[in-house]
Structure formats: C-alpha cells, structure tokens
C-alpha cells in the first residue's frame, strides 16, 4: 500500500510501517535502522515526516535513537507484568520460565533515616538490616534490589541463603505481605546500578519504590527495585 494512499497523517503510516517491518524480522532486536536519508529514500517521504514517526516508535519504546551513532531496535521485554498485581521479583522471574538467582552485594545494619521512620510508622524501628543484591534471570543481571527491614525480623545469617525476602519474612518473621504501595520513576544512566546490570549508557531503568503491608496495615519492607527497561515492562489495568 502506499503510505499517501488514504487520509492518514503520513507519519503515523510511516510508523506503522517501520513497526511491521520490525515485527516480522525485517529489522532484528538491537539492529541498527538505515540512516534517515536512506529510509526517506526507501519510503518516498519528507524529512520532518520520519522524524515524527521515529518520535512514535521512540514514545512505544520500539526505537531508540543514539545521537551522532543511528537508530536502533530495541530488545522486546522478558517479562511483563500488571503492576495492580503484587509478586517479589523471584515470582517475576519463575513465572516467566526463567531460573531466578541473585548476587549479593551487600547486607549492613543501619541507623533508621527520617524517610525510614515515616516509612515504618507507627513502629518504632531502633536498627535495619538493609540489603542489597543483584536479581537474575537464568544468569543474565536484570533487577537491582536495595531492600531495608527490621533487623529483628529477618535473621541475618540466613539473608544469603533465600532469593525471596518475602519467603524469609514470613518463614522467619511470622510476617506475611498482603500488599504494598508502590511509586513508579523512570531514570536514566546511575553510575553505580546501570554498569552492575549491563546498561547501555543510553538506556532507561524503571524504579520500583515499595512499602510493604501485613494484612493488618503494619508495614514490614521498603524497596527499591531499579529493574532493566529492556527487559520488563509494567501496565496498569483500570476499570470504570
């Protein structure tokens, strides 16, 4: 079909087209796209025409433009999952079809800040165990977990043995999570997690912030899980 052959914005068919082709394998995950002047060649279309359909392609997540290196496809997510929908990332990972692991960075008793105490209210929280690892899906880095609880609801030596600390919470704590409130940041390069989870300098995390809750409200765990973009993707389910 040619792309003026209907009364639809031509850059909203050039973006359609370009998806297709990359559906059907015409343009592989992590591939280089032709320059613009060759796609603008192939496509008998305008410049400024591209560039919107690429700003599409690039809002869907589906391109991803390097400045001064090309267009690129980008990866398909592994995992997907509705964020109405509370499961630790070991679950993420299991119910994908991968085997989850983890690396352990590091586990140190703190002093509470003033965000954690607000956090832990009404209880008073005298020490807390955080922690910090690197999850896994069948050995490739994907999630980096900084994790704080209640020291005297975990035991510490045991940390090292559990991938799930909601297994250990409950197993060891006696405290079983019902649900959790969860804040959602896109950020860009982190010095520290994007090279420990194979980032590409360009690419986005997705930060999970999550306060934890018995079913009797009492909050148990505070997250924060900088999870890969190109690995997982989050949708919101709503109703009327």
Known sequence: MSLKSDNSYIYIQIA??????????IYKE??????????????????????EALDILEEDNIVTRRPGVGIFVNPKPMFSSGIEQLGSVT?????????PGSQYISTELIEPTDNDKQRFAPKRVKQIAQIERIRSADGEPVVYCIDKVDKDLIPLDQVHTQDSLFKLLEVSGGKKIAYAITYIEPIGYHEKISPALN?????ALLL????????????VLYSANYFRSDVFSFFVVRKR
């Open 30 to 51: 992590k591939e280089k796209l032709p320059s613009e002047f060759e796609l603008c060649k192939q496509l008998s279309v305008k410049r400024e025409e591209l560039r």
């Open 199 to 203: 980032c590409q300098p360009d690419q």
């Open 91 to 99: 679950d993420m990972i299991t119910k994908s079809g991968k085997t």
């Open 208 to 219: 999970l912030k999550q306060v934890h809750y018995t079913a009797l409200d009492e909050p």
């Open 16 to 25: 359609e087209q370009l998806k297709q082709q990359v559906e059907q394998g």
